[in-house]
């Protein structure tokens, strides 16, 4: 057996269903072991793709995605999203083929010390060679990739290696590795449960370690919220972990997000924090929670617990372990402090009804032309059921859509992430539609992060994958200009976008191309939208909306 063959083989038995990629003269000997894989390859139109793709698989299963590229510009082509998943904390394999040993350093075709540009953005960077035990250093790579704070993992490969003879006894095809989990500190979670039972005012904040990492905790923190009840935020990352129609809800915190969750998350005197690290954007800059209020800081790293607000108890391990060993907890307390809450409880409901009355909040019923953002997103929730998955961009339509669609259940909320990379909603939602062929799967982005990956509509085509992408047209790189409006008083400089129609570059690929210009227009599309989307067709509807409408602040 060569060893690319044995590399194949052992991802079989770790049990890889997709890789996503492109090949190259690198990667060929790689390819050729695929041919008679039972694990199925797409082809993307750019590497840069592949590895949005990788991202979203782990995203959306818990299980690490893989992702390949060539030597040189096919390796560097993948580097924006290896960088998501690191910093989304997602397990990602990434494969790069390379020059044969014997030609490196001496100006090879292509050549390029991957190892140097993937170190910083993984948790190991390996490249292998023939004296290494090929089959451990794959399941090693795996066991790394999702075991602690899960990350991306990468293997560059070189040619000779490739092809080179694996003797018969080095082969070792086991099975997945066993994670082994931290012990739990089960006083810590003792005192823990007993503060927030004496509490007045607490919060529960899900991350997104609550659901983007393996078997997901989302179960127990809707049981633990509703058993002392307890209102809980979510992160941009952990939105879905809990559904934002129930009562206890206290929305998406962060930049730009709805009153109401500013308000408690402002207010409240106790937090159990799960799985996350208070990143910039979620925390606006640092400014919320309340940072007087007593932090209880559970997550499965170490690392992130005290980084930016300090920590009363801190527990270290996996989320969903730990919630349930909460609930055992509170199970034997006299006393959940539920009485004690309905203050709480009425705060969070008249901050809730003060957004409703609120001007940012009325435009969902705008009949304005061009289409508000807001009534853009109202029609899009109207229309898509609760299991439907949305993936997002970067930019003023992720804003718009994290404060203005609910999100209701688990990993129905796929996003690019604290790295905030354009162009991830399209190839994030061939992966989502690959792994949930009955679901329906919506990607939302911008004009300018449709230009970044419009390409992967041709994807969608070949590999019969079929996605419906919601296209927020303002003409305009929207974010920046309205930077430029607010702090650089209206000079404009290299925002502004000439388009075409995107409803027709979607036919061209042998999509089904629609466009919406007035409310009723765009009711009509997205009720088309979905009805061919149901007959396996891939929908672009491009709809116009008012650029110079603003975000809530």
């Not at 999702?146 to 003879?165: K, S, T």
């Not at 009509?524 to 979905?530: C, G, Q, T």
């Amino acid at each position: 057996m060569k060893i690319v063959e044995a590399i194949v083989k052992t991802l079989e038995k770790l049990g890889v269903e997709y890789i996503f990629g492109i090949p190259g003269s690198q990667t060929c000997p790689f390819y050729d072991a695929l041919y008679s894989s039972s694990i199925k390859h797409i082809l993307v139109r750019h590497e840069q793709s592949a590895a949005y793709m990788a991202d979203a698989y782990a995203k959306i299963t818990g299980r690490p995605g893989v992702c390949d590229g060539t030597g040189g510009p096919g390796a560097t082509n993948l580097i924006t999203g290896v960088a998501t998943s690191w910093t989304d904390r997602t397990p990602v394999i990434v494969f790069t083929g390379q020059q044969p040993l014997s030609e490196l350093g001496r100006g090879a075709f292509q050549e390029l010390d991957h190892n140097a540009i993937f170190a910083p953005i993984t948790k190991i960077s390996i490249r292998i060679s023939n004296s290494m035990s090929i089959t451990y250093i794959i399941r090693e790579a795996y066991r790394i990739s999702v075991e602690g704070r899960p990350g991306p993992v990468h293997i560059d490969m070189p040619l000779d290696v490739q092809v080179a003879d694996l003797l018969v006894e080095d082969i070792d095809l086991q099975p997945p590795p066993q994670i082994s989990e931290s012990k739990i500190d089960i006083e810590a979670v003792r005192k823990a449960t007993s503060l927030l039972a004496s509490s007045n005012r607490p919060l529960i904040i899900a991350g997104g370690g609550v659901h983007y990492s393996g078997i997901g905790a989302w179960i127990e923190v809707k049981a633990l919220a509703e058993y002392m009840a307890i209102p809980v935020a979510t992160t941009f990352n952990g939105r879905g972990s809990f559904p934002e129609d129930h009562p206890l809800s206290a929305g998406r915190m962060g930049v730009n997000s709805a009153s109401y969750t500013d308000e408690v998350a402002s207010s409240a005197d106790t937090i159990l924090a799960v799985g996350c690290r208070f990143a910039a954007l979620s925390t606006r800059r640092w400014s919320i929670p309340n940072p007087k209020a007593t932090l209880i800081h559970v997550d499965v790293d170490p690392s992130v617990i005290g980084l930016n607000y300090k920590a009363t108890i801190a527990i270290i391990g996996d989320a969903k372990t730990i919630l349930r060993y909460m609930l055992e907890e509170a199970s034997k307390l006299s006393d959940t402090g539920i009485s004690r809450r309905r203050d709480w409880l009425r705060f969070l409901e008249e901050a809730k009804e003060r957004w409703r009355r609120s001007e940012y909040f009325s435009k969902i019923y705008s009949d304005n032309t061009p289409l508000k953002p807001q009534r853009v997103c109202y029609e899009i929730r109207r229309i898509f059921d609760r299991s439907t998955i949305f993936t997002l961009d970067a930019g003023n339509n992720k804003l718009w859509a994290s404060t203005f669609i609910e999100i209701y259940e688990p990993r129905t909320w796929i996003q690019s992430g604290c790295f905030g990379p354009m162009g991830y909603a399209l190839p994030a939602a061939i992966s989502c539609k690959l792994v949930k062929p009955d679901r329906i799967v919506v990607a939302i982005c911008g004009d300018g992060g449709f230009y970044m990956s419009l390409h992967e509509l041709a994807t969608s085509i070949q590999e019969d994958i079929p996605v419906i992408v919601c296209v927020f047209n303002d003409g305009a790189l929207g974010t920046i200009k309205h930077r430029q409006t607010l702090a650089y008083s209206g000079r404009y400089i290299s925002v502004d976008l000439s388009n075409p129609s995107f409803a027709k570059i979607a036919d061209a690929f042998g999509c089904y191309g629609l466009e919406a210009e007035t409310p009723i227009q765009l009711r009509s599309a997205l009720d088309e939208a979905l009805k061919a989307n149901r007959t396996s067709e891939t929908v672009v509807v491009d709809i116009r909306i008012d650029g110079s409408e603003l975000l809530p602040p």
